[in-house]
């Protein structure tokens, strides 16, 4: 299994903060493929070509691969100020 988590934007506009996936994603970027599909919502939250990834807490680009067991979790950039 795959955790997923969502945050900020992402979280707001899919209405979830969480969940699990089985292990079939090779890459984050698969994996981003796979969840933008599942509906309109879902597809303007993932296809932000600004959308940040972390795998396991660390920032990865989109073709990182996963492993079983992994935490993937997707986010917009982050302003400070």
């Known amino acids: 299994m795959i955790n997923v988590l969502f945050f ?3 979280r707001e506009l899919i209405g979830e903060d969480q969940l699990q996936v ?3 994603y090779s890459t984050a970027e698969d994996l981003r493929a ?3 599909s599942r509906g309109e919502k879902w597809a303007l ?3 932000n070509d600004k959308l940040l990834v972390a795998v396991n807490q ?3 680009p989109l073709n990182t691969l996963l492993n079983d067991g992994d935490e ?3 986010f ?3 302003t400070g100020g």
């Open 8 to 10: 900020a934007q992402v």
């Open 72 to 74: 993937v979790a997707f």
């Open 34 to 36: 796979f969840l933008s």
């Open 45 to 47: 939250a993932l296809d």
């Open 22 to 24: 089985p292990f079939e």
């Open 58 to 60: 660390t920032i990865c």
């Open 76 to 78: 917009p950039p982050v």
